[in-house]
């Protein structure tokens, strides 16, 4: 619909002039609650960007869609006591009803949520693939389910992968809470003890040492 598209390009203005926003940790063992919930992160963003797109879009609305399109005269020539009255009634009529009107807004509003949660994923992944290749390790995969549940897969030796599941912290570096090693059946407990498991003790060393 032509209306949402509009509204659309309004939103992903604003998403770029605000940005995500990570409210301020209060003590170290609050930082992951406070930080690492999406559902607290959007809550924060609520408050602060919904509700300056909500009236850029309320804005928007009443200056396009509220205006009248056209106004109707409706005329009826009524003969009384033998003399002929002109008697007329005005309408004026609204592109869009103004139920439709928050039927867009709050439409708009969940393509919000869903375009800041894209947004954000967007720079939690580019900050994953910087701080893993600082190390000289590319990216295989990332998954993000939540910020406080992220997935990054890398090929270590040949078939065999390593993935690392954790969390983005409030300095936005991710932080490696579990390890998986998936290596094929020709990977031999000797290859493991050699090649796999010390790549893997530099690696924590290392993000231990970064974090």
């Known amino acids: 619909m032509e209306y949402y598209n509009e509204i659309d390009k309004l939103i992903e203005k604003a998403i770029k002039k605000y940005r995500p926003i990570y409210p301020a940790s209060t003590s170290i063992q609050s930082r992951r609650l406070d930080f690492k919930s999406r559902e607290v992160i959007l809550e924060y963003n609520s408050v602060i960007l919904k509700d300056k797109i909500r009236i850029v879009i309320e804005y928007y609305l009443d200056k396009v869609f509220k205006q009248p399109n056209k106004v109707v005269f409706y005329f009826k020539i009524k003969e009384n006591n033998k003399e002929k009255v002109i008697e007329y009634k005005r309408e004026t009529t609204y592109p869009v009803k103004p139920i439709v009107v928050e039927d867009i807004i709050e439409h708009c509003l969940e393509r919000l949520e869903d375009k800041l949660i894209y947004e954000e994923n967007k720079i939690i992944e580019k900050e994953i693939v910087k701080q893993f290749e600082e190390i000289g390790l590319p990216v295989d995969y990332i998954e993000i389910r939540d910020p406080s549940e992220i997935d990054v897969g890398i090929h270590l030796y040949e078939d065999d992968y390593i993935n690392f599941r954790g969390y983005i912290d409030y300095n936005g570096k991710f932080v490696i809470e579990k390890v998986e090693i998936e290596c094929v059946e ?13 790549k893997l003790v530099e690696i924590i060393t290392i993000f231990k040492l970064l974090a």
């Open 186 to 198: 020709e990977t031999t407990k000797d290859i493991a003890l050699k090649k796999i498991i010390p």
